[in-house]
Nanobody, 129 residues
Framework: QVQLVESGGGLVQAGGSLRLSCAASGGSFSNYVLGWFRQAPGKEREFVTYISVNGGTTYYADSVKGRFTISRDNAKNTLYLQMSSLKPEDTAVYYC??????????????????????WGQGTQVTVSS
């Protein structure tokens, strides 16, 4: 099974940028599609973005579209989330998640927590106004 470790979170002012990383170990990185989710205080965990195995397909929540960019480097076993034009409402713990390939991939599955098999421990992002 694969282990995921996020990093790169921190405190940033509104309008600023951060890049999150998610390092994978213990499995073949290219066997997984990947996603980022986030959970704000008092709220449920929500989908942020998804990327296919080869990076050719991505999908974003409307709330981050145009501001966040997901990417992956399969040679380095690392997933990234570049966040720009950050807003206070982006404040949350950000989690990376991996879903084994070989199963149907639909908008419903890639945006649903239960569709993912492995999760990182999360990294805190705080955006001040």
């Amino acid at each position: 099974q694969v282990q995921l470790v996020e990093s790169g979170g921190g405190l940033v002012q509104a309008g600023g940028s951060l890049r999150l990383s998610c390092a994978a170990s213990g499995g073949s990185f290219s066997n997984y599609v990947l996603g980022w989710f986030r959970q704000a205080p008092g709220k449920e965990r929500e989908f942020v973005t998804y990327i296919s195995v080869n990076g050719g397909t991505t999908y974003y929540a409307d709330s981050v579209k145009g501001r966040f960019t997901i990417s992956r480097d399969n040679a380095k076993n690392t997933l990234y989330l570049q966040m720009s034009s950050l807003k206070p409402e982006d404040t949350a713990v950000y989690y990376c998640a991996a879903r084994s390939t070989g199963r149907a991939t639909t908008i419903l599955t890639i945006t649903t927590m239960m569709a993912y098999d492995y999760w990182g421990q999360g990294t805190q992002v705080t955006v001040s106004s």
